[in-house]
């Protein structure tokens, strides 16, 4: 895929993804709800699965085997509601911001049944090329990504 720097941004910036999980009894705590660090997981379900519906050829995936590595560098977490073992979440994924060597990903979490917000997150990302452990641009890593 050829793209302009502009036509690859507004792409990404437009592009939105869900992904649903059902909760396992090892994600809940002796109360039967969802322990608070375990939204992180679903949450990062949810970039896993935001980013192979972009894909071109690649999935998120086989990036991580060729030693590209999507790291976090901050995570804000707003927690709404609980969800218990056996729920469906939606974990619904955007993109807010895209800067040189870091983007900052929107997820919001859900309860299928009726759809209550569960929590948001915040996450900034980045891209590492472990073979160098050199920080890769952003848009670079999508281009090569997407092609």
Do not use: P
């Amino acid at each position: 895929m050829n793209f302009s720097d502009n036509s690859l941004k507004q792409k990404l910036m437009s592009a939105k993804d869900t992904t649903r999980v059902k909760v396992r009894f090892n994600d809940t705590d002796t109360m039967g709800v969802v322990h608070f660090k375990n939204y992180m997981v679903y949450f990062d379900d949810g970039f896993v699965s935001f980013m192979n519906s972009i894909k071109n050829k690649k999935y998120i995936e086989e990036m991580i085997h060729e030693g590209l590595a999507c790291g976090v560098k901050h995570v804000e977490i707003t927690y709404e509601g609980s969800a218990k073992f056996g729920d469906y979440v939606l974990v619904k994924t955007s993109i807010k911001q895209i800067g040189n060597t870091s983007l900052t990903f929107n997820h919001e979490l859900f309860k299928e049944t009726d759809n209550t917000l569960l929590a948001k997150v915040e996450a900034v990302r980045f891209v590492l090329n472990l073979k160098n452990n050199k920080l890769m641009n952003i848009m670079d890593f999508f281009e090569y990504f997407l092609k």
